[in-house]
């Protein structure tokens, strides 16, 4: 019998660009100065994740959608994915720039790597003074001008750059060229995928003198060269309501800021329901089931909870993630 809400234990990845953050801010259990990412729900190969709470406390995601199947995911998403989890969830720490890159559509990445393309938002967490984004073209390019600002290394020339500061929200379409600046740390919300293509790393080397492989071929026949006039996505928020911020095929997103005790309704929901605490500290129950979420942490609510409380004794704030 499936009774109990799920928390895993994080997948900790140190990076080239990676910082310090994710223990200060979001209380990762690491020493490291360049951790770069938490994956904090996966199911790409090689880094499943593993129940850390509760007394299925060490199964594995793919064990659990296998035993509990419609119950845990929904039966839609259920008949769509099988056992295969659709959605990866990390928090980034960039203490210096990513790549600049950018993701294959889910034809191409089928075709080229037997995978899930890789449609992606950010929500941004914390950000240093004059910490940027790149995201998408400042106007419409095409292969020529591309190819030659990549080959005199003036790619930002053409580029769209934005500042941001805690609470922007990012959409990441396949296609779109983008890169995490320095000084960012965000929650990554993306299909279950680990195809990048890196067109430009800022000449870089790694601890032993190598630069990291480049997919200049691979990239241009996925980059998508149109441009749009506001990248940032515009939301409002409400108290102890769920307000969407972004939907698509792959996932739909609401932040959920919350002071005092809220009941949740998930009738109208056949997926599983993905909390992400963004700050403060919420209570989750489920008829005799509790548990406590803290900034930095995530907690799975299977789809057959319809109906469950959020408690918080301060003003907190969530992301709610689910397939529609």
């Known amino acids: 019998m499936l009774n109990q809400f799920f928390k895993f234990t994080p997948i900790l990845k140190e990076k080239i660009w990676g910082g310090n953050k994710l223990g200060k801010y979001l209380n990762k259990e690491s020493e490291s100065e360049s951790l770069g990412e938490s994956w904090e729900i996966s199911d790409v190969k090689g880094d499943t994740s593993v129940v850390a709470n509760g007394n299925l406390k060490g199964t594995d995601l793919k064990k659990l959608i296998k035993t509990y199947q419609g119950d845990l995911v929904g039966d839609k998403v259920f008949k769509q994915f099988g056992e295969k989890f659709p959605l990866l969830i990390k928090f980034i720490d960039a203490k210096t720039p990513l790549s600049i890159q950018l993701h294959p559509n889910d034809k191409l ?70 890169a995490i600046g320095a000084g960012v740390l965000l929650a990554e919300i993306q299909q279950t995928s680990d195809i990048t293509y890196r067109i430009y790393d800022w000449d870089r080397q790694d601890s032993e003198g190598n630069y990291r492989e480049l997919h200049t071929e ?70 005799d089931q509790e548990e406590v979420l803290i900034a930095g942490e995530t907690l799975l609510v299977p789809a057959k909870f319809k109906e469950f409380s959020l408690k918080s004794v301060e003003k907190s704030e969530l992301l709610e993630v689910y397939i529609k």
């Open 109 to 178: 990445a089928k075709e080229r790597h037997n995978s899930f393309g890789k449609t992606e938002m950010w929500y941004v967490m914390q950000a240093d003074e004059k910490a940027n984004l790149i995201v998408g073209f400042q106007k419409d390019s095409n292969k020529e001008e591309y190819l030659k600002h990549l080959d005199d290394k003036s790619l930002l020339d053409i580029l769209n750059v934005d500042e941001v500061k805690k609470g922007d929200v990012y959409f990441i379409p396949t296609g779109r060229i983008h």
């Open 218 to 287: 691979l990239a241009l026949d996925a980059i998508d060269f149109k441009a749009i006039p506001d990248y940032k996505t515009s939301y409002k928020e409400e108290l102890n309501a769920s307000s969407e911020i972004v939907s698509c095929p792959y996932f739909t997103t609401s932040v959920l800021p919350i002071e005092g005790e809220q009941s949740i309704n998930h009738q109208d929901k056949d997926s599983f329901v993905i909390y992400i605490c963004i700050s403060g500290k919420v209570s989750f129950k489920y008829e």
